[in-house]
């Protein structure tokens, strides 16, 4: 992972996205406007991205270019050209604008959008049926002996005109996605509609900002219907770790809040769980007596990084295997931009959670995004579920759930992949899946 000074010109994704989406907005309320959008890496949900690409369809360019120069959150116009302004925002972020007309915006966002090797391989595929793939059209090479392309309006009608099934922009990144979108086998990728719930979060107990009762109140107005708390562990003081009396005493009023809710009132229930501390022989900061009057537990490492792979890998190992430990938290311990993750096999602890139906955690802390998208594809295929948590520390925090989907499409997850969408009923057995 390269050092803070090399990422000066890297932005974290959750770190642009609500000014990205203002001059979205910005931009498709200018009434030469015909259509907009942000196209690559944003739209790709990159974990960190470079600068923010928009693309508009206009018939009149000037006036687009013109409105977004100088909209107020612009600072420094780098390059204006007929068709495109480079400019870079008062956040630092560079920002590019690229206008087309309306027949052009199809082949213009696909090119934006997908990666460099996503767009080579389409251009090939355009190739072997014989035409020409560009930014602005497809025209056949051969006009006498290949038929014209029927009309294009969007991204869908270029990649049918390929026989392709149109991917995910997420999954635009030349991982089988366009095989799979030529055999009619692409996934029905999560949404957040599907969500219902989430498991690993703070309250005032340990280190979040806001009550228990302020955390269920923010969840219940989300439209959640169950919430987990996972406070962290007595070995974590610096972040004022509950003890055991202090957890029983969580779960006693957990319990208590929950007597409000009947299936007749407020369709939510509050879950009790821990943020246990996997100590650095993988042992548990609490004992499996503890946890099992626990409705769940996420097991993290939060000290002691700097051991070998090897041994990293099995005291992670030993934690999974602990039939207590439903979950494994923020795989890694990444900080993006900021802390390398610590040397971890990957492969063999996503085996070990297959081998003992441990979920996997997909921290959506925009810091974290981890277990990294790349390894999602990976863990599905061997059986292993995902489990999307903000790791809230205050009720704004559940906002990274937007971004723990974008990373979670990127994995190709679907609906059936993440447990935070099963019903509560299904919810509650798949937390009881290891347990004796
Ligand atoms: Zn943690
Ligand atoms: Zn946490």
Redesign the pocket.
Known sequence: MPSNEQNAQHFLLGAVAGQAEFILDELKSHSDCLRAEIAGSYRRGNETLQNLDFLVATSHPEAVLDFFTQLPEVTTIITREPSHASVVLDTGVPCELKTVSNAAFPFALIDLTGNQEHNIALRRIARQQGYRLTEQQLTPIDPPNTPATREIHDEADLYAALGLDCPPAELRENQGELQAAAEHQLPRLIEIGNLRGTF???TTASDGQNTLIEMTNAAIELGLQYLGI?D?SKSSTQ?NGLDEKQLLNQLRDIRNINENFTDENIDFRLLAGS?VDIHEDGSLDFNDELLSQLDYS?A?VHHAFELSESAMTQRIIRAVENPHVTML??LTGRLLLKTAPYPVDIPTIIDACAATNTIIEL?CNPWRLDMDWRWWKLAKEKGVKCAI?P?A?RAQDFDSLFFGIKIARKGWLTAQDVINCLPRDQMLQALQVKRP
Do not use: Q, T
Request: hydrophobic share 15%; proline share 0%; charged share 15%.
């Open positions: 690993h979060n703070h996972a962290h972040c943020e996420v993290s938290g923020h921290n948590n790791d520390h």
